[in-house]
DNA sequence: CCTCAGATATGCT
DNA sequence: GCATATCTGAGGG
């Protein structure tokens, strides 16, 4: 495999700071749509922008991992300090990427669902098997299972901190979203009134955000 | 747009 | 032991 077209370094833009997570889930799930996430792999950086994210609030709701206080081996990601990674294995095939986002250890974190593809595209593309081929959109890395297998997410990140290493969340350097599409959680029809919640958000009519469509 | 099979780690009984 | 999961790709209309 070809080495992925260098970002320029140093990263143009700051990691977002450690107090930016330790606050209200849901005010971090929609203040993170534009931030940047970038991927070291074989000494070059992919860079993709956030289009899209989910907010679990931990304890209290009944679609969260730390649902009821919930401690299992899976999950002890979700209790470490805000701005750690919490990557899981679902579906017998597919790995999803989440941020720890909470004011008070409650277990709340923030889902990645979508991402438009900034720099390192043709690598991008190699992950997800589409070498060379078109690819239509939201197909790339529209979805939390696409964007970690084209970013080449996995375990070994559960637990990591992004604010170093070889996946880091950046600030955006632009100004925050203001068009944000907001519905109900994707996949969680077994949560009762926690299914119903408004805890997705999305750049409004982007085209890289996942199915269903928001709205 | 919609439906369905696929593959397996995980957590609960 | 067994049901289920923060999903995806393919196939049909």
């Known amino acids: 495999m070809a080495p992925p077209e260098p970002l320029p370094a140093p990263l143009p833009v700051p990691p977002l700071p450690a107090a930016f997570f330790g606050r209200d889930t849901a005010t971090v799930a929609r203040e993170l749509l534009g931030a940047l996430l970038v991927r070291r792999v074989d000494g070059g950086w992919l860079a993709a922008r956030v289009v899209e994210t989910e907010a679990y609030l931990g304890a209290e709701d009944r679609a969260s991992h730390a649902w009821g206080g919930r401690r299992t081996p899976r999950n002890a990601a979700l209790y470490l300090a805000p701005g750690h990674a919490y990557v899981y294995f679902i579906y017998g095939m597919h790995f999803c990427l989440n941020v720890v986002a909470n004011p008070d250890g409650r277990g709340g974190a923030v889902l990645f669902r979508a991402a438009e593809v900034l720099a390192g595209g043709e690598r991008v593309r190699e992950h997800r098997g589409l070498a060379g081929r078109p690819v239509g959109p939201g197909a790339l890395l529209g979805g939390p299972g696409r964007l970690c297998q084209g970013l080449a997410v996995d375990r070994r990140f559960d637990g990591h901190p992004l604010a170093d290493g070889d996946l880091r969340l950046l600030a955006s350097g632009q100004s925050p979203a203001t068009g944000v599409d907001v519905g109900?959680?994707?996949?969680?029809?077994?949560?009762?009134?926690?299914?119903?919640w408004p805890l997705r958000f999305a750049l409004r009519g982007h085209p890289e955000v996942s199915r269903p469509r928001v709205r």
């Not at 996949?187 to 009762?192: F, K, T, V």
Request: no cysteine; net charge neutral; charged share 15%.
């Open 184 to 196: 109900p959680r994707v996949g969680i029809a077994y949560a009762g009134d926690a299914a119903t």
